[in-house]
């Protein structure tokens, strides 16, 4: 059967006594299978453009396979109660840092070291490398299937002058996200850290509370920071990386052939991911320069690393050891 009957007509017939015959859409074997993806931004944002794009890949190998369900603006939480969820597997997939996965694999944050990556091809050869897969294993072992990793891109300082010299850092107030390794890494240059919500940074910034922070490029231009802190130092101290990410009691379900696709398609949207957001800081920075902000260059980076070894000895015994940081840090 090719026609489909409208409500109207299979009212009619069930009234008429006529048996309506079952219509299935074309090539359609059995019902779709839900996969409900949990994004924490909006439509435009790469952070949901990226499961549009694992969409059409996967209904181009698996024609209505699958009844991708997503959505945008964090509706089903940040990033720990949707992790809960995919956990649980009433959300399917979704995207997320990896220091909000940390406190299900500590050994991620070997990823968060500072001033260990120097690009985002070092954080690529890493995360191709042991630590990446062993990442992965770890990762299944709590029910998080992750096909691949994906990069936010690099935190930079932001401050109300140009910092250009770690030495600079002594005394001044800093905000920071409510991470002990953040925390730790600013009080070794001689600042005061302090914890505060990103919604209330700009105020924060504004009124004297705290003197600068850190975060991406996207996020400095998105929430219009360099009114407040103007100067932009391009660190690049901790790379944000990221997963995508399944729920392992979903994808255990699922059979081989759609494990293949959907593996693979999230492969390749996580690269999509990644050109979106270099695109996205592009723009981002434009607009800053626009409005009165300017980039200024770190001096002297290994003083700036040096500053950073105690984090190293801090997180070395939860990652596997600073040898471990140190030949990450190595890695060509």
């Known amino acids: 059967m090719t026609a489909q009957l409208t409500r109207r007509r299979f009212t009619g017939a069930l009234a008429a006594g006529v048996a309506a015959p079952l219509v299935l859409r074309a090539g359609a074997a ?3 299978t839900t996969l409900t993806v949990a994004s924490l931004l909006g439509p435009d944002k790469p952070e949901t453009k990226i499961w549009l794009k694992v969409k059409e890949l996967v209904e181009a190998k ?4 699958f ?3 997503i959505v945008p603006n964090a509706a089903l939480g940040g990033e720990k109660e949707v992790a809960e969820g995919i956990r649980l597997g009433s959300i399917q997939a979704s995207l997320s840092t990896v220091s909000a996965m940390s406190s299900w694999v500590p050994e991620s944050q070997i990823l968060d070291a500072p001033f260990v990556f120097r690009d985002a091809g070092h954080v690529r050869r890493v995360l191709d490398g042991e630590v990446g897969k062993d990442l992965k294993t770890k990762f299944a072992a709590q029910n998080f299937i992750v096909p691949e990793y994906i990069n936010y891109g690099a935190r930079h300082l932001l401050a ?4 250009t010299k770690p030495t600079q850092l002594a005394g001044k107030r800093i905000r920071v996200i409510q991470s002990p390794l953040h925390t730790e890494l600013w009080k070794s240059f001689g600042a005061f850290p302090t914890p505060i919500p990103i919604t209330e940074t700009y105020n924060a910034l504004q009124t004297g509370v705290v003197d600068m922070m850190d975060l991406t490029k996207s996020a400095y231009a998105a929430l219009k920071l360099y009114e407040v802190v103007p100067y932009l130092t391009e660190t690049a101290h901790i790379w944000a990386t990221g997963v995508v990410y399944f729920s392992a009691p979903f994808w255990n379900g699922l059979k081989p052939d759609e494990q293949t696709v959907l593996g693979a398609s999230a492969m390749e949207g996580a690269r999509y991911f990644d050109a979106l957001i270099v695109e996205d800081e592009t723009g981002a ?4 320069a626009a409005a009165g902000g300017k980039i200024v260059q770190p001096e002297d980076r290994a003083a700036w690393e040096a500053g950073a070894r105690g984090v190293w000895s801090a997180l070395g015994p939860k990652v596997g050891g600073v040898d471990k940081i ?5 890695t060509a």
């Open 285 to 288: 920075m434009a607009k800053a």
């Open 326 to 330: 140190e030949a990450i840090a190595k």
């Open 160 to 163: 109300k002058e140009p910092i």
């Open 30 to 32: 059995r019902a779709a």
């Open 62 to 65: 698996l024609p209505g396979r």
């Open 67 to 69: 009844d991708f369900r």
